[in-house]
């Protein structure tokens, strides 16, 4: 197996074990609190990241704009907004139903692309978007009991459009950190990128504290006394963002992102051993087809 695709496995693998953290955190620290983890217990570990590289390469931190810091700024809100929306999610659907579905921010990405930045979609993209859309309806099946006893079988119920709804928020979120990366001035991919992703992480610690202190302090009082497992969680949050960082720079994007997507089979595996949920047969056929389009639409970008 190449390198590249090594490293890929191992970003998933980190980026998975962070969010089954942020998961198992929700009953004692709440919604907001499980994410904000990511966020105040990444920020060390980013920025160490950061300087570690540049030590290394000789190189010093990039200028920044205005411009960049209004793209990373809108790009940062929106990742909070995926995130708060993901934890969501799990509290009306298992672990990885809810990362299916916050996966397809890929199929969302290449309509916005089309939408704002004018990219012409080809027929494999669309033929691959539309099944997609089979595997979130699989995914999103539910037999409804109401409160007058009434049963019905539903597609596309409230619930998962939360995940859906996080995709949507990541990916306009990648849209903005694509442009905001490319104003930089190093010709070093690997810091344009960590730099970027060090100074979003610093607003989305300010501003989501910013609301904690002020409107949920009990939720902020409890995510910092759970230190031991955000920990773990910012440790986690920096091998994967490294991981990617060192893959995305070493083999091209769509392949990097099509081999990443074993984070579907990993959530199932947690989902079954760490956390006993329950994965139905036709559940795992949407999680399927819902892959093999994200594959299709990273290959052929």
Same mark, same amino acid.
């Given at each position: 197996m190449e390198l590249w695709a090594v490293i890929a496995i191992i970003a998933a693998i980190a980026q998975s074990l962070r969010t089954v953290c942020q998961k198992l955190l929700i009953p004692h620290v709440g919604e907001l609190g499980a994410s904000f983890s990511r966020f105040i217990y990444g920020i060390t570990f980013t920025w160490l990241w950061v300087f570690t590289i540049c030590l290394m390469t000789g190189n010093s931190l990039p200028t920044i704009s205005f411009l960049? +810091? +209004?793209f990373v700024g809108l790009a940062g809100i929106l990742q909070i907004v995926f995130t708060i929306l993901l934890i969501m999610m799990f509290n009306h659907r298992n672990y990885a139903i809810g990362i299916a579905l916050s996966k397809t921010e890929i199929l969302q990405t290449a309509i916005l692309e089309a939408i704002i930045i004018?990219?012409?979609?080809s027929f494999s993209i669309i033929g691959a978007i539309s099944m997609g859309l089979i595997g979130i309806a699989? $995914? *999103?099946y539910q037999k409804v009991e109401f409160k007058n006893g009434v049963k019905s079988h539903l597609f596309f119920s409230p619930p998962h459009f939360l995940g859906i709804g996080a995709g949507a928020a990541l990916a306009l979120a990648n849209i903005f950190y694509f442009k905001a990366t490319i104003l930089l001035n190093s010709d070093l991919l690997v810091i344009n990128a960590s730099f970027t992703a060090a +100074? *979003? +992480? *610093? $607003?989305?610690t300010i501003i989501l504290g910013s609301y904690l202190v002020f409107k949920e302090p009990d939720q902020l009082m409890l995510c910092l006394a759970n230190w031991k497992i955000g920990f773990f969680i910012g440790i986690t949050a920096v091998i994967s963002s490294t991981a990617w960082f060192y893959a995305f720079a070493m083999f091209h994007l769509g392949a990097v992102r099509a081999v990443g997507q074993i984070e579907l089979i990993i959530s199932i595996l947690f989902s079954w051993l760490f956390l006993k949920e329950k994965i139905? @047969? @036709?559940e795992l056929i949407g999680i399927s087809i819902l892959g093999i389009s994200i594959v299709i639409v990273l290959l052929y970008a």
């Amino acid at each position: 197996m190449e390198l590249w695709a090594v490293i890929a496995i191992i970003a998933a693998i980190a980026q998975s074990l962070r969010t089954v953290c942020q998961k198992l955190l929700i009953p004692h620290v709440g919604e907001l609190g499980a994410s904000f983890s990511r966020f105040i217990y990444g920020i060390t570990f980013t920025w160490l990241w950061v300087f570690t590289i540049c030590l290394m390469t000789g190189n010093s931190l990039p200028t920044i704009s205005f411009l960049f +810091i +209004i793209f990373v700024g809108l790009a940062g809100i929106l990742q909070i907004v995926f995130t708060i929306l993901l934890i969501m999610m799990f509290n009306h659907r298992n672990y990885a139903i809810g990362i299916a579905l916050s996966k397809t921010e890929i199929l969302q990405t290449a309509i916005l692309e089309a939408i704002i930045i004018g990219y012409t979609a080809s027929f494999s993209i669309i033929g691959a978007i539309s099944m997609g859309l089979i595997g979130i309806a699989l $995914l *999103s099946y539910q037999k409804v009991e109401f409160k007058n006893g009434v049963k019905s079988h539903l597609f596309f119920s409230p619930p998962h459009f939360l995940g859906i709804g996080a995709g949507a928020a990541l990916a306009l979120a990648n849209i903005f950190y694509f442009k905001a990366t490319i104003l930089l001035n190093s010709d070093l991919l690997v810091i344009n990128a960590s730099f970027t992703a060090a +100074i *979003s +992480i *610093s $607003l989305q610690t300010i501003i989501l504290g910013s609301y904690l202190v002020f409107k949920e302090p009990d939720q902020l009082m409890l995510c910092l006394a759970n230190w031991k497992i955000g920990f773990f969680i910012g440790i986690t949050a920096v091998i994967s963002s490294t991981a990617w960082f060192y893959a995305f720079a070493m083999f091209h994007l769509g392949a990097v992102r099509a081999v990443g997507q074993i984070e579907l089979i990993i959530s199932i595996l947690f989902s079954w051993l760490f956390l006993k949920e329950k994965i139905t @047969l @036709l559940e795992l056929i949407g999680i399927s087809i819902l892959g093999i389009s994200i594959v299709i639409v990273l290959l052929y970008a």
